[in-house]
């Protein structure tokens, strides 16, 4: 096959698998890409997540700022509110990377999947991708979104730069995309909903909570390393810090690779 | 074409596809054969890349499926055909397959028109009939045009428009030249379909053969009379009983079955013995009763489940170990 745009309709009837490693034709990595986007889209489960995202940051980061303003906390970077609402609004972005591989298993749909796509690295990968682009766009728009509110809600009680803001937005859709990839490989391993979720409310959300309610230096410590105590190192300003944002940065990304590989590998290994 | 050799798959103790060695070669329809449990599902997902072989290996022109770049231009496949989202619609569930492939989103609504889907083309699969999401399974095989087709059951819950409309199909297909690879538990319409078969049972290859051969093999000599006459029906058994090998059975009405005498045997005796006949005609073996026979002596799940090795001195030890 040297054409790229393949005759689907042969004239020549031999019947020769008309298949040779053509990487440059389409189909490959671009062409899982796009069927996993189409496969998002068309169903409502992302429209709903991408929604209660945004509803969850315009409650949140209003909240968080009248409550500054109300208690008279020092003066802080607007920006902070919305990387603060990543604690829970994370959630939308890991219910619709879960959603996205775990229905293919609930459904059976997979197959018809994996039967598209056979080499399952590439299946993963495009759905990781595509579930970090979309989280990507949506962390950034919400932590505007949220900005916005704040600002409203702070009342004079926050300071606003045009750089650290754009790099605090940044760093929330940084953040929500690496969960997105997080999301995606504990699905992989998890294949059902209830355990992937289980299993990301745990480390995302109630081992923080214990960690950080007990309190001691140890326990602060091991918080720092788990995703989101990480995340908020690098989204959240003028808080204090044991490393600096390039770190945190990577023990996020850290974080999601792992799981990308355990996922990867259990995606390999098991049958369909 | 379809190479499965030495294919095997354990599920812990149990061997759900045993060393099975065949070719499923282009131009015919090849028919898969064999009870419930027999393995027949379970190397399809093989060939196709889905379960992993414990030993052995499928390729599909020499390839193995995870290895072909644009697969669903070498083998279209259908296996479930109720795997779909019950949320997306027909049509999107193809346009993604088609995307991953390069295929023409033209091609999707060619499929479509193809199978007759058009009209419920953008409604939810969820509201298909299992005959809708047969054909929606089927113009998924057929998206990249693929000169190899394996389809698991594919008349499964068709009405019989839609299983004539299989057949046809299918012919079709394999007339072009393309490799059919066909599983079904529906005899008749096997019969009709396909050209040579694979039987399989607990996982075993049991016969590979053409069609006419396998009937063929399956059907001693053996014939209906009806002898209107009582008296000249009793001399025209005796007759016949006196050879070896043959047996009668004699129905209320009168009929009689011969088993080891073709027809044109038994005319000629009856002439012989100026026996007056009603009706007389070979019996025609029917693939159903063919492969019962074959089956009969590997079903996995006869009553009682206590059938545990009635097969063969070389039958797995550890029949009934687990489960």
Request: some cysteine.
């Amino acid at each position: 096959m040297t054409t790229p745009t393949t005759p689907v309709r042969r004239t020549d009837r031999s019947r020769a698998v008309p298949d040779a490693p053509d990487r440059g034709a389409p189909g490959g990595f671009a062409g899982a890409t796009a069927s996993e986007w189409t496969k998002l889209w068309s169903v409502r489960a992302p429209w709903l997540c991408l929604l209660a995202g945004l509803a969850i940051t315009g409650v949140f980061t209003y909240y968080y700022a009248s409550i500054a303003r109300i208690n008279e906390h020092p003066v802080q970077p607007v920006g902070n509110a919305a990387a603060s609402s990543a604690v829970l609004v994370q959630f939308a972005v890991v219910v619709l990377a879960t959603v996205a591989v775990t229905s293919e298993y609930s459904t059976g749909s997979v197959r018809a999947s994996l039967l598209s796509v056979p080499q399952r690295h590439r299946v993963q990968a495009a759905k990781a991708l595509v579930a970090a682009v979309v989280a990507f766009v949506a962390g950034t728009t919400f932590a505007v979104v949220g900005t916005a509110v704040a600002w409203v809600a702070f009342d004079g009680r926050a300071s606003f730069g045009a750089g650290p803001t754009l790099l605090q937005v940044l760093a929330v859709g940084l953040y929500q995309a690496l969960v997105a990839v997080l999301t995606v490989g504990v699905a992989f391993a998890a294949r059902h909903p209830a355990g992937t979720l289980s299993i990301l409310v745990t480390l995302l959300w109630a081992l923080p909570s214990v960690l950080l309610g007990l309190g001691g230096p140890t326990l602060a410590d091991v918080n720092d390393h788990l995703p989101h105590g990480a995340g908020d190192h690098f989204m959240r300003l003028g808080a204090e810090a044991p490393y600096g944002p390039a770190t945190a940065v990577l023990i996020v990304a850290a974080w999601a690779a792992t799981a990308h590989l355990i996922g990867l590998y259990v995606l390999r290994r098991r049958d369909a | 074409m379809i190479t499965v050799r030495g294919l095997t798959k354990r599920y812990g103790d149990t061997l759900a596809v045993d060393e099975l060695t065949f070719d499923v070669r282009a131009g015919r329809v090849t028919g898969f054969l064999g009870p419930n449990g027999a393995g027949k599902s379970t190397t399809m997902r093989m060939i196709l890349g889905l379960d992993h072989p414990s030993r052995g290996r499928a390729l599909i022109a020499g390839r193995p499926y995870a290895d072909l770049r644009r697969p669903l231009c070498s083998v279209g496949a259908m296996l479930d055909a109720r795997a779909v989202h019950p949320a997306r619609s027909g049509r999107t569930h193809l346009v993604a397959q088609a995307r991953a492939n390069g295929i023409p989103v033209r091609r999707v609504d060619e499929v479509l028109e193809k199978v007759g889907l058009t009209k419920a083309a953008r409604r939810p699969a969820g509201t298909y009939s299992l005959g809708m999401s047969g054909r929606l399974g089927v113009a998924g095989a057929l998206l990249g045009d693929p000169p190899v087709l394996v389809l698991d059951e594919p008349v499964n819950g068709l009405d019989p428009d839609g299983v004539r409309w299989i057949r046809r199909l299918v012919r079709d297909q394999a007339a072009e030249g393309r490799t059919v690879f066909l599983s079904s538990h529906l005899m008749s319409e096997m019969q009709l379909t396909a050209d040579h078969l694979v039987v399989i049972g607990r996982g075993r290859l049991l016969s590979d053969t053409s069609m006419t051969e396998f009937l063929a093999a399956a059907s001693s000599a053996s014939a209906r009379a009806v002898v209107p006459d009582p008296e000249e029906r009793a001399t025209l058994v005796r007759r016949l009983m006196t050879a070896d090998g043959v047996s009668v059975e004699t129905s209320a009405s009168g009929e009689l079955t011969v088993e080891g005498r073709t027809a044109a045997e038994i005319g000629d005796l009856a002439h012989h013995c100026r026996v007056r006949l009603h009706q007389l005609s070979d019996v025609r073996v029917s693939l159903e009763q063919a492969y019962m026979d074959l089956t009969a002596r590997s079903v996995e799940y006869t009553t009682g489940g206590s059938s545990t090795d009635t097969t063969a001195a070389g039958a797995a030890p550890n029949e009934g170990g687990r489960q």
